[in-house]
């Protein structure tokens, strides 16, 4: 039976990694900043809490994580626990740059110290490279990273401290640079969670009417139970690597929205209004991705189309609401 370490295991990835890792026969130990007030939502709702045993640690602090290796002895590492919202990232610039780059940091030297045959899994982000001249589009690999936000500016040195470590000590570092991927467990901070939560609550008659920033900009969006099963992949192949984790395909946040409304029946013209409050500094207009790389090399490929994933996330939104509801949770 492999160990494997997930930080960040109350986010969305993490809860469905783990589902996919137990189904792999893994133990799996969940790292969390705060149990007491850690939200288990996830890991409840996909019925899993009591299958992973759970630590409190703080991936700032470097000899904590050695201990949590000490103990442990983990095969394999994801490392998943991110200030992951570009948005908040203009309004808490320093802490996410000290979170994001100094947790992958410890890690990366704690594997140094303790045992440099685990294999770790850094969560990269297509955010890294910033706004791509469209004619170049899509985006692969070998593009320039060139971040437009205090979010992708983490990640981007996050990427290369995880490259550097690599190419330096031969530590076996895979790292999945991800475009945009959604699920029902995403946090109500995100526009895509904002607008199915919303447009259900106005068919349900408690909200009257969406408030969006820019709905121009074009995303590449996936489902994230099939951008976790590449984690895995990424692992569990011969050489570490880095891979572009995309859909190939950009659709605008206007497309999205007016898919869930008219999915449910809405007038998006009458029940969307535009804040301009919600634009952010700088904003990425279009960017998409090419996944050939991780075709070729992992035999993984996304088949979700667009309208499949829509539907997906609202069935699975019904869901939620319902367990939510039975489980007298808010
Ligand atoms: P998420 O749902 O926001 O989960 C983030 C996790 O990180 C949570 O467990 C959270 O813990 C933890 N975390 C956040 N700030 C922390 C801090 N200061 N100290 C300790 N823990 C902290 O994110 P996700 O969508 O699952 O994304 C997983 C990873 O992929 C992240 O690294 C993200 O940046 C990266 N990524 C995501 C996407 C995407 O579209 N989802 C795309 C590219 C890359 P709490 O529960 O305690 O808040």
Not at 305 to 318: A, N, R
Request: net charge neutral.
């Amino acid at each position: 039976m492999k160990t494997a370490i997930i930080t960040g295991i109350t986010g969305q990835d993490g809860a469905y990694l783990s589902r996919l890792l137990l189904d792999k026969n893994y133990k799996v130990i969940g790292v969390a900043r705060n149990l007491l007030a850690g939200n288990l939502n996830g890991l409840n709702f996909l019925n899993i809490t009591k299958d992973v045993e759970l630590v409190e640690a703080n991936l700032l602090d470097l000899s904590n994580i050695i201990r949590l290796l000490e103990k442990y002895q983990p095969d394999e590492i994801y490392n998943l626990a991110a200030q992951s919202s570009v948005g908040l990232s203009f309004e808490q610039p320093i802490g996410t740059l000290e979170f994001n780059i100094i947790s992958i940091a410890n890690i990366l030297e704690a594997v140094r110290i303790v045992n440099k045959d685990i294999k770790v899994y850094q969560s990269s982000s297509s955010e890294m490279y910033g706004n791509v001249d469209k004619n170049k589009l899509p985006i692969d690999e070998s593009f320039i990273i060139h971040p437009a936000s205090p979010y992708g500016i983490s990640k981007a040195s996050a990427h290369w401290i995880s490259v550097n470590y690599r190419e330096a000590y031969k530590i076996f570092i895979a790292c999945g640079i991800l475009f945009n991927h959604e699920s029902v467990l995403r946090r109500p901070n995100f526009v895509t969670k904002k607008i199915i939560t919303s447009a259900l609550k106005i068919k349900s008659g408690e909200l009257q009417y969406l408030t969006v920033g820019n709905t121009s900009v074009q995303r590449d969006w996936g489902y994230v139970p099939e951008y976790v099963k590449v984690m895995w992949k990424m692992l569990n192949v011969n050489e570490a690597d880095d891979y572009v984790i995309c859909s190939g395909e950009a659709h605008s946040l206007q497309e999205f929205i007016e898919k869930v409304f008219i999915t449910l029946k809405l007038d998006p013209v009458k029940l969307v209004k535009t804040d301009k409050a919600l634009f952010r500094p700088v904003e990425l207009e279009v960017i998409y991705g090419n996944p050939a790389k991780a075709k070729n090399k992992l035999d993984w490929s996304y088949q979700m189309s667009f309208d499949e994933l829509i539907g997906q996330l609202i069935e699975d939104e019904i869901k939620y609401a319902e367990w939510m509801k039975s489980n007298k949770r808010n």
